[in-house]
């Protein structure tokens, strides 16, 4: 009986490769699956399939996770505003730790006794899929082709038309990955250091001349309207927002980062939705929270970004930042208006019943209801005190 195995396909050239390698080389039963995060349409998942089925898989199956992928991590994205390094929404490391965590549970579900994925040995995806597979299928060999036999894109080419695999690999100038939460560029221009993207490299094209104002409408942290336009689903308001903020060319950028391997590196990435999104709740949550509440959010925040960029998705610690997170979102409603321009976005100011900038209170630099000026010279008073006794008593023994 042939050893099964579960494959995580792409229906690219790595995974094709591993699909003839698996089973005419290894004489394995291959089980393919492909999971779903907002990345495909429907026709491009038919292609998949058939692609899958034409190079011999036992079975193939498509895992729909858009919307759990975004209530289970996009949406604390959001609530954290989680940008790598102040710039890069994470749009493939969550994507891709989230699709290693549904194959592997696939995988355990059809009782396979082996799963392989088709990375190289050169970048960060290949710690996150293992990760996910040591986690959730332990006992299961892990089998990475690509990355064990060293192949160059060559070799896999001339391998699969030893096969009868006679398809043209157009290699194309850039690589392109798209998700619900971005789209990522990779190009000669990001493996070195002085060199930015250029404007035909960009997978949508600036049509967009004319600027325009929209409102997004927040409820409890989460993006539930656009303009006039109300969603149940924030997965529906994501990709509108795409829609009407992509054309401007807004979104675009490179991130550099420390890789989970110890080098750093570069990908562009153009995610018009996300930093709409985060940029517009974080200025919401600037006049509905608390100083504390800001505080203890960023620090919280920017360690789940790292942690989930790291593979570390299935950590129990991560449903608890997660829960920390959630708490913070109950006044986190109202409306933000923000001008989209061409390569640029800018928000305009915010409407919210939780608004703490009330004028009830008092106006910055103008007026004072809430205090007099005696309060403010005896608190000054007391919170100088101790920094005074520490000069006074340095002053003294110099």
């Known amino acids: 009986m042939s050893q099964k195995v579960v494959l ?4 690219g050239l790595d995974t094709s490769f591993c699909v003839k390698y698996l089973s005419e080389d290894r004489g394995m039963e291959v089980h393919s699956v492909l999971v779903d995060t907002g990345g495909f349409s429907d026709d491009e998942l038919k292609a998949i399939e058939d692609r899958a089925y034409s190079l011999g898989v036992k079975s193939h199956a498509t895992i729909a996770k858009t919307d759990d992928y975004y209530q289970q991590c996009l949406k604390y994205l959001v609530f954290g505003n989680v940008l790598k390094n102040n710039t890069y929404p994470l749009c493939v490391s ?14 355990r579900k059809i009782g396979a006794n082996a799963i392989a994925h088709g990375s190289t040995g050169a970048g960060n995806d290949q710690v996150r899929f293992d990760m996910a597979f040591r986690i959730i299928i332990p006992e299961a060999e892990i089998i990475t082709p690509i990355r064990d036999l060293r192949l160059s894109r ?3 080419i001339e391998y699969l038309k030893g096969k009868g695999v006679d398809q043209e690999w157009h290699k194309a100038a ?10 990522s560029v990779g190009g000669k221009e990001t493996l070195t250091s002085d060199q930015f993207l250029p404007e035909s490299a960009w997978p949508t094209q600036v049509t967009k001349t004319e600027p325009e104002t929209i409102t997004l409408t927040f409820e409890q942290g989460e993006l539930k309207g656009l303009n006039d336009e109300s969603f149940n689903n924030p997965v529906d308001a994501i990709r509108k927002l795409t829609e009407i903020a992509g054309p401007f060319g807004v979104g675009r950028d490179i991130h550099v980062g420390d890789t989970i391997i110890g080098i750093k590196g570069r990908v562009g990435f153009e995610a018009p939705a996300p930093l709409v999104i985060l940029k517009a709740h974080h200025t919401l949550e600037k006049h509905v929270l608390t100083k ?15 942690m989930l960029h790291e593979g570390q998705f299935i950590d129990p610690v991560m449903r608890n930042i997660e829960t920390f997170l959630t708490d913070t979102q109950t006044h986190v409603s109202g409306k933000v208006h923000v001008l989209l321009a061409p390569y640029r976005f800018q928000v305009l100011g915010i409407e919210s019943p939780y608004d703490l900038m009330s004028s009830a209170f008092g106006s910055y630099g103008e007026m004072n209801n ?7 010279r005896g608190f000054s008073k007391v919170m100088s005190n101790q920094v005074m ?10």
């Open 8 to 11: 995580a396909f792409s229906g």
């Open 94 to 107: 969550a994507e891709r730790i989230f699709q290693a965590l549904a194959a592997a549970e696939y995988a």
């Open 154 to 156: 060559e070799a896999e």
């Open 174 to 183: 850039y690589s392109i990955n798209k998700g619900l939460w971005g789209t």
């Open 292 to 306: 504390w509440q800001l505080y203890w959010k960023e620090q919280m925040a920017n360690w789940y970004g790292t």
């Open 370 to 376: 809430a205090w007099t000026g005696d309060d403010v």
């Open 389 to 398: 006794i520490y000069e006074k008593i340095a002053e003294h023994n110099r």
